[in-house]
């Protein structure tokens, strides 16, 4: 995962007419709880709901390096590569099936856990179609899980005593099984 | 949002600040809990209340279920199919066997289809069978499938006795005896009232005929409603289906959609000279017509068929209701004049009082096919084969999917049981509450 400062912002590369419109694109600075800055595009940072409030709200000046305490330096990076990629398939007629092999690679390299963080950061960031994309693909990657596992990930102490546990259980001893053949 | 960071920041030690972003996380976490799990299975969910005691009392929360029936909706990967099939029981003594399964079509965008099969089991304690024995034309002790279905849940009746089936959760619920002397259960429709956010069935009893004046008078149907709530019957009035010369009679159910339950029924003279008029038929008196109860208010009201359908030269056998595209619309063989075709006309300006149809989809009747069941998709239609078979019909592709199910009898099918067939969808963690028997 590239950890550069100037991520998805450098334009200088395109040839042509374009080049010239987007050289004077503004960019929007944010820094992350780590101390790392990144540029973003003004059209990609404009998707990110609580960037959109802070500058727009108080007509805040571009110059200004706005803090995310809650956001790690990794998760900004995933965050602008999903708007990015919203935002270029926002003029595509027919994106389907580009979306859906850019969602998978998305997520391949993280762990559920890191899944589950970056969830709280979009939600805390508000981009609505990142959260929903997210959420979904967390409860695709717990629902044959085990209650262990569940509780391990969310980081929830078991607070059933075991007879309380076993009388829970018992309502729906059908759910337990078969957790790895089911298509559900 | 302050835009300074504030020196006492950097203050803290490094373990505190690290601390305090996994105690924001976890907190974080709290929040993400509900649109994460509202996405899961019922299975997966009854599984998880077992995870935390918050838990536990979230998955049971009925503001929760509502939000997790919503979510389901949007993101429907799987339709069941809840269907009687005819097997063999035996093979040496060819005896036969009725069962009811569900049979649920996943059916992911990746056009990766894979097909379950669970036959019904209701538990031995509730008295009734699912499994019976078919002999002849005659159907021993099995229930019948009130068509259509309510979040999920199904309702299951004879003229003796209904149950609530939840297949999601696997609970059965049997309800109380009627409320009404002598009396059976007909027509029986369940519904949910978004009011009092509670789920009612509806019985309709065969009208009765009796003797005044000389003349021979039919009644308007005793009804009675149930309500889960309260566990308990209650007969309503029903003068509202009374009118200067006719009646109206729900006479098939059809399904329940945003408060309604509808049913195809009939508008018929209410007096005859003799009892030989009413057998022979008086046809210019009967009309056929959609009747709807609201849930909430309790009230019947009608809405008429397509006028096209009420022509001299219109023929229609098994017009029923069904949901094309989020809305209701009228679907079924017809004949006016020339070929038989399949139509569907959409219920324009539903609860305006002016309800308009606008025909959507003529098609040619298919070859091949016995009789259609029920839509699954806002395009393909389920249907049986002359051979028995259970075939998907695309409409926009015209192409004949067969599936590997099949039922023995396909005119039984249809000749036993009128509406045995119902499109549903596994979702709902609604909890009926078990009855300990």
């Not at chain 2, 009765?208 to 009804?223: F, K, S, T």
Request: with cysteine.
């Amino acid at each position: 995962m590239s950890t550069s400062t100037d991520n998805n912002a450098s334009i200088t590369q395109e040839s042509g007419p374009s080049a010239a419109v987007q050289d004077i694109q503004k960019k929007i600075v944010v820094r992350t709880a780590d101390g790392e800055v990144f540029n973003l595009k003004e059209e990609v940072a404009m998707e990110i709901d609580i960037i959109k409030t802070f500058f727009q709200e108080d007509s805040i000046s571009y110059e200004t390096v706005m803090p995310l305490p809650n956001v790690e330096g990794w998760e900004m990076v995933k965050v602008i590569e999903y708007c990015t990629k919203h935002v270029e398939l926002k003029h595509k007629v027919d994106g389907y099936k580009e979306r859906k092999a850019f969602q998978a690679l998305f997520v391949q390299n993280l762990s559920t856990k890191s899944l589950l963080a970056l969830t709280n950061t979009a939600n805390y960031l508000e981009v609505k179609y990142l959260l929903d994309f997210l959420c979904q693909a967390v409860s695709e990657q717990i629902k044959n899980k085990d209650v262990d596992y569940v509780r391990e990930l969310f980081g929830v102490e078991n607070d059933f005593n075991d007879e309380e546990y076993e009388q829970v259980k018992a309502e729906a001893p059908w759910a337990h099984e078969n957790l790895n053949n089911d298509l559900h | 949002m302050a835009v300074c960071v504030g020196t006492e920041e950097k203050h803290k030690t490094k373990k505190e600040k690290m601390e305090a972003k996994v105690t924001e996380l976890s907190k974080m976490s709290e929040e993400m809990v509900v649109p994460i799990l509202s996405r899961l299975s019922p299975k997966s969910l009854m599984r998880f209340k077992c995870v935390h005691k918050s838990w536990y009392n979230m998955i049971n929360n009925p503001s929760f279920v509502d939000k997790h029936i919503m979510t389901c909706k949007r993101n429907n990967h799987s339709t069941s199919i809840l269907c009687k099939r005819f097997i063999l029981r035996d093979v040496s003594t060819e005896e036969k066997e009725i069962v009811y399964s569900l049979i649920t079509f996943y059916n992911d965008n990746s056009g990766d289809e894979h097909i379950t099969v669970e036959d019904i089991d209701i538990p031995i304690s509730m008295g009734i069978t699912t499994r019976g024995q078919f002999v002849g034309d005659e159907l021993q002790g099995v229930l019948h499938i009130d068509r259509g279905h309510c979040h999920g849940i199904i309702c299951l009746s004879d003229p003796w006795k209904i149950i609530l089936w939840n297949p999601a959760i696997k609970e059965f619920k049997v309800l109380p005896q009627s409320c009404i002397p002598d009396a059976n259960f007909n027509s029986v429709g369940l519904g949910y009232d978004p009011k009092s956010k509670d789920y009612k069935v509806v019985s309709i009893r065969q009208d009765e005929i009796g003797n005044e004046d000389d003349r021979i008078v039919i009644y308007p149907p005793r009804v009675e409603v149930y309500t889960l709530g309260t566990n308990s019957w209650r007969e309503i009035r029903t003068d509202i289906l009374e009118r200067e010369v006719t009646n109206f009679w729900p006479e098939f159910f059809q399904l329940y959609f945003k408060g309604i339950c509808y049913w195809m029924g009939r508008e018929q003279r209410k007096e005859f000279l003799t009892l030989y008029a009413i057998v022979a038929g008086e046809d210019e008196w009967v009309r056929y017509v959609i009747i709807f109860f609201d849930t909430t208010n309790e009230v019947f009201d009608h809405i008429l068929l397509p006028y096209s359908l009420y022509e001299q030269d219109a023929q229609y056998s098994d017009m029923h209701i069904v949901v094309w595209k989020e809305t209701l619309a009228l679907f079924g063989l017809y004949r006016i004049g020339g070929t038989d075709a399949y139509g569907l006309w959409v219920m324009d300006n539903l609860g305006s009082g002016k309800v308009s149809w606008t025909k959507q989809v003529t098609l040619e009747a298919v070859v091949g096919i016995k009789k259609d069941l029920e839509f699954w998709n806002s395009d393909e239609i389920l249907m049986i084969a002359t051979d028995g078979r259970i075939a998907s019909y695309n409409i926009s592709t015209k192409k004949i999917n067969y599936l590997s199910i099949e039922s023995m009898y396909p005119e039984n099918t249809e000749a036993v049981d009128g509406g045995s067939v119902g499109n549903y969808t596994n979702f709902s963690l609604f909890s009926i509450a078990i009855d300990q028997p």
